[in-house]
C-alpha cells in the first residue's frame, strides 16, 4: 500500500514560536555566569531556524558565539534508526566553555543522549541542552533537557526546521503530517 504525506494543521504558529523563542533566550542569559562565554552548538539541519532565532533573542552584551555540528538523520524515515553518525564536527576545541547544545527536536533521546556524551569527553565547562519540541512519550534513553520550547504528543511534525524527508523545513509555523492511502 503506497501511503501519502501533506501538511497538516498549524500546531505552533510563527508568533508562537517567536514568544517561547524570547522567553527561553533569556532564561538561558540569566542562567549564565557574569562574564562567562557562551557556545551554542547547532545541530544541522534542523536546529538552524531555532538556534539563530534564539541566539538573535539574546541580550547584546552576552558574549555568544555559535557552532554546528551535523549527525546522521532519519533519512526518508519517521522513526529513529537508532544509528548516529557524526558527519560535521565542531570547528574549535570547547574544553572550559559553557556549551549550549541546541536541537530542534527530541524523540528517542538517542541523538542527544550520544551527542552528550561525546562533547562531555572534551571536557567543556558546563554543557546543557535546549530543545524546541520535546516528543517525551518516545523516549528510549533518558536525557537532562535543561531548556524546552513545548512537550508535543507522538506526531510527526514538520516546518521551522523540521523535515519530513528534506521536505517542509522553510515552513513558518510546525505542522502536523497527514497521512493517508494515496
Ligand atoms: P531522537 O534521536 O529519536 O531523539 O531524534 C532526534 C532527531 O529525529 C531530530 O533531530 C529530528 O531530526 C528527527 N525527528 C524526530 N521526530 C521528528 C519529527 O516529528 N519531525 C521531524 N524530525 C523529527
Known amino acids: 500500500m503506497t501511503l501519502k504525506y501533506d501538511i497538516g494543521k498549524v500546531l505552533f504558529s510563527q508568533e ?8 527561553l533566550a533569556a532564561q538561558i542569559a540569566k542562567d549564565l555566569a ?6 551554542v552548538v547547532g545541530i544541522l539541519n534542523g536546529a538552524v531556524f531555532f538556534l539563530t532565532d ?7 552584551d ?7 555540528m551535523s549527525v546522521s538523520s532519519y533519512g526518508n524515515e ?8 557524526i558527519l560535521r564536527d565542531l570547528g574549535s576545541d570547547i574544553e572550559g566553555l559553557d556549551v549550549l547544545l541546541v536541537e530542534d ?4 533521546g538517542l541523538t542527544l543522549s550520544y551527542l552528550l556524551e561525546f562533547l562531555q569527553t572534551r571536557r567543556p ?8 519540541l520535546d516528543k517525551n512519550v518516545r523516549r528510549m534513553v533518558p536525557v537532562a533537557v535543561d531548556y524546552c520550547g513545548f512537550a508535543i504528543p507522538d506526531a510527526f511534525v514538520v516546518g521551522y526546521g523540521l523535515d519530513y524527508a528534506g521536505k517542509w ?6 505542522h502536523d503530517v497527514e497521512i493517508s492511502k494515496a
Do not use: N, Q, W
Open 54 to 60: 534564539l541566539v538573535r533573542s539574546m541580550p547584546r
Open 78 to 85: 519517521t522513526s529513529s534508526s537508532g544509528v548516529v553518525r
Open 16 to 23: 508562537k514560536i517567536a514568544s517561547r523563542v524570547t522567553e
Open 169 to 174: 523545513r522553510h515552513l513558518p509555523d510546525i
Open 34 to 39: 557574569p562574564g562567562r562565554e557562551l557556545l
Open 125 to 132: 565547562a558546563s554543557l546543557k541542552t535546549c530543545v524546541l
Open 105 to 108: 527536536i527530541i524523540d528517542t
Open 62 to 68: 552576552l558574549d555568544v558565539r555559535i557552532d554546528f
